[in-house]
C-alpha cells in the first residue's frame, strides 16, 4: 500500500490540505452550531447591510441561491457530507459520476479525441476551480459559525 509522505501531509498547498480545511471548518459549524432551526428567515448579509467581500481580491461575492442562514448551513453540511461519503443516488438515477461517464461516451466514441489530449491542461483547470471553490467554502463556514456566535451571544436570533 503506498504511504503519503509526511511532505505531502503538511504542504498548505496541497488539494488534501484545502479539503481538510473545509472540512474541519465545516465540522466546527456543525458543532457550533446547536439548535439550526434558529438559522430560519436570518439573512445572509450582516445586519449593517454590507455586501459580502472575498477576502483575495476585495471584490463583492455572488449573490448566493440561499435565502437564509438555515439554507446556507444545510448547503455546507450536504457538501461536505458529498466530500466525506462520496456523491449518492441523485434523482435522475444514478450516481453523479456514472452520469457524467455517460454523457463523456458519446463525446470520446465520437471522435473527439483532441478534447482529450490535454488531459493535463483539463486536470489543471479543474483543480484550480476545485480549490477556489473549497476555500471559499472554508471562509463561508467560517464565516456562519462566528455569526452565529455572534448572534446567540447578543441574542437576537432568538424570539
Same mark, same amino acid.
Given at each position: 500500500? *503506498? #504511504?503519503?509522505? +509526511? ?13 481538510? &480545511?473545509?472540512? $474541519? ?7 457550533? @452550531? *446547536? ?7 436570518? %439573512? ?5 447591510? #454590507?455586501?459580502?467581500?472575498? %477576502?483575495? /481580491? /476585495?471584490?463583492?461575492?455572488? %449573490? ?14 450536504? @457538501? ?9 443516488? &441523485? ?21 473527439? $479525441?483532441?478534447?482529450? +489530449? ?6 489543471? !483547470? ?19 459559525? /462566528?455569526? !452565529?456566535? &455572534? ?7 432568538? &424570539?
Amino acid at each position: 500500500m *503506498m #504511504q503519503l509522505s +509526511s511532505d505531502t501531509q503538511c504542504n498548505k498547498h496541497s488539494l488534501l490540505n484545502v479539503m481538510n &480545511r473545509f472540512i $474541519a471548518a465545516a465540522n466546527n459549524m456543525d458543532e457550533t @452550531i *446547536m439548535v439550526p432551526s434558529f438559522l430560519r428567515d436570518v %439573512p445572509l448579509e450582516d445586519q449593517d447591510g #454590507q455586501a459580502s467581500v472575498s %477576502p483575495n /481580491n /476585495n471584490e463583492p461575492s455572488f %449573490p448566493s441561491k440561499q435565502r437564509d442562514m438555515y439554507e446556507h448551513y444545510l448547503l455546507l453540511k450536504s @457538501i461536505k457530507n458529498d466530500m466525506e461519503w462520496g456523491l449518492l443516488k &441523485r434523482e435522475m438515477g444514478g450516481s453523479f459520476l456514472e452520469m457524467t461517464v455517460k454523457h463523456e461516451e458519446p463525446q470520446v466514441n465520437g471522435g473527439a $479525441a483532441e478534447e482529450g +489530449s490535454d488531459l493535463e491542461g483539463q486536470f489543471h !483547470y479543474h483543480l484550480h476551480g476545485l480549490f477556489a471553490v473549497l476555500s471559499k467554502l472554508t471562509v463561508q463556514a467560517d464565516h456562519l459559525t /462566528n455569526r !452565529y456566535k &455572534r448572534e446567540i451571544g447578543g441574542g437576537s436570533l432568538l &424570539r
